[in-house]
């Protein structure tokens, strides 16, 4: 490998990062150290195309990340890409899946010095923005605002954004599963704060596409990301959101070669389809999309697990119906599909098994109003058994719900604890959550149920204002 020292030392390289002409450093550097951009693409994970627009000035380098990766790439120290003073969290690294990346507002100006000073004031931010599509200023946005949450809201209110940094299909796959996993361990503000970066990455891959092949798996990896963003504006009870983004999943799963990331598609937009009135078309939708996929389950298990969720998603819009006759013969298909894959698994982030069928069988009774029948279906699952975080405070709200809905506090209030414990985010955000939490402190035994105050303080049902003095 070349001296780095004497790189940078070059007239070109030293009027370059006078000038703050970054691309001119990448090529100086990776051609002083004879790589090819394939080489170095190989290196930092974007492609060869996406490297040589960023050389000749074709694609801006104002991403913190992207820098901190080809200084890493390139081997060379932070200061030539005008990040000697900016500290490690600032950037993004490799961390675990249950924790929030941080990835701050890009830059409007090159000059390194300008650089140094605007990177030094955004120490601080744990906020997210889709790069170079930042909609308000961090100064006059409110906490509600600023919050992951209310960051991703905006940005998917906004038109699409086109600025994002292409990445190798591979690495966004990677991406894509981790944000997922997130989703499944109840942590749904981090997923909050990672969608808005992978949704602007996965559109600039998808645009980046060289070959049809490209296109269709970064096509069918957008629309997993609408469809994780649906599921999560599920969670937040942000219906309006929900269904933008159940539609943009659809038309992104269309440009996919998957049968799965369409069924997948199609099931969120089922979802929405129902939580708007139109069970009876969301029915008819997500059979139809399980019939499609039948002659394709010798496959493997991911089809059969895709086929059974479609089936238990089913089941839950015929009770919601108040069609039990067809709720009951569709969730015991899902049982004989269960039985048939032999085991829980979690094949395309379905969480379908055994486990997960019983789940649903707790939900369709509770809204077709049998809360007695919907607590001994809960009385036969170990809670412990039940693989995954968000699942499992699924599981506790339900009976939560099946308790107040059979008016019983006390019961209901210790399922909600044991919900928080498994995931604060889903008692947090939830508002089916919020108003039996509501109705439990107006309750005439509300003074018997110890910390609910704390509780509803904690989940955002009052304000700490409103706590009780001691």
Known sequence: MVSTRAIWQTDTVRAALASG??????????RANHLTLAELAQRCGYSASTLSRMERGKQPLRDVGVLRSLTEALRIPPFLFGLVDTPPRSVRTAR???????????????????????????????????????????????PAEASPVGTLERVLLAPPATGGIPVAVQRLREQVAEARSVFQLGRYTDVAGRL????????????????????????????ELHTLA???????????????????????????NDILTQASAHRAWAIVLRRAGHAETAQ??????????????????????????????????????????????????????????????????????????????????????????????????????????????????????????????????????????????EVRYRKPIQQI????????????????HAFAARTGTITGRDLPST
Not at 230 to 256: C, H, I, P
Request: glycine content about 8%.
């Open 284 to 425: 008819r939708l997500v059979v139809d999309t399980a019939a499609d996929l039948q002659p394709d389950l010798h496959r493997g298990p991911e089809y059969l697990s895709v086929y059974g969720s479609l089936l238990s998603t089913a089941a839950y819009t015929a009770a919601v119906d108040g069609d039990r006759d067809t709720a009951r013969t569709l969730i015991g298909e899902a049982v004989d599909a269960a039985t048939r894959l032999g085991a829980d698994a979690n094949h395309r982030f379905t969480a379908f098994g055994p486990t997960g069928v019983g789940l649903y069988r707790i939900s369709i009774a509770r809204v077709l109003g049998d809360y007695g029948t919907a607590i001994e279906a809960a009385q036969r699952i170990n809670p412990i058994g039940i693989p995954l975080v968000e699942r499992r405070a699924r599981y506790w709200s339900d009976i939560a719900r099946s308790f107040h809905a059979w008016g019983k506090p006390e019961q209901c209030y210790r399922a909600l604890l044991a919900a928080e414990r498994a995931s604060a985010d």
């Open 96 to 142: 675990p899946v249950a924790r929030v990346g941080v990835i701050l507002v890009p830059d409007e100006e090159t000059d390194p010095m300008r650089r140094r000073t605007l990177l030094a004031g955004l120490t601080g931010l744990a906020g997210t923005t889709v790069l170079g599509t930042a909609s308000q200023s961090w100064a006059t946005a409110t």
């Open 196 to 223: 808005p970066d992978l949704l602007s990455a996965a559109m600039a891959t998808r645009a980046d596409g060289a070959t049809s092949e490209h296109i269709a798996d970064a096509s069918g990896l957008l629309a």
């Open 230 to 256: 649906s599921e999560l504006m599920v969670k937040f009870g942000n219906d309006q959101l929900a269904w933008t983004t159940a539609d943009r999943a659809l038309q992104a799963a269309y440009g996919a």
């Open 437 to 452: 939490t509501t109705s439990l402190l107006q309750h005439p035994t509300a003074h018997t149920l110890p910390g609910l």
């Open 21 to 30: 002409d970054l691309g001119t450093i990448v090529r100086s550097v990776r």
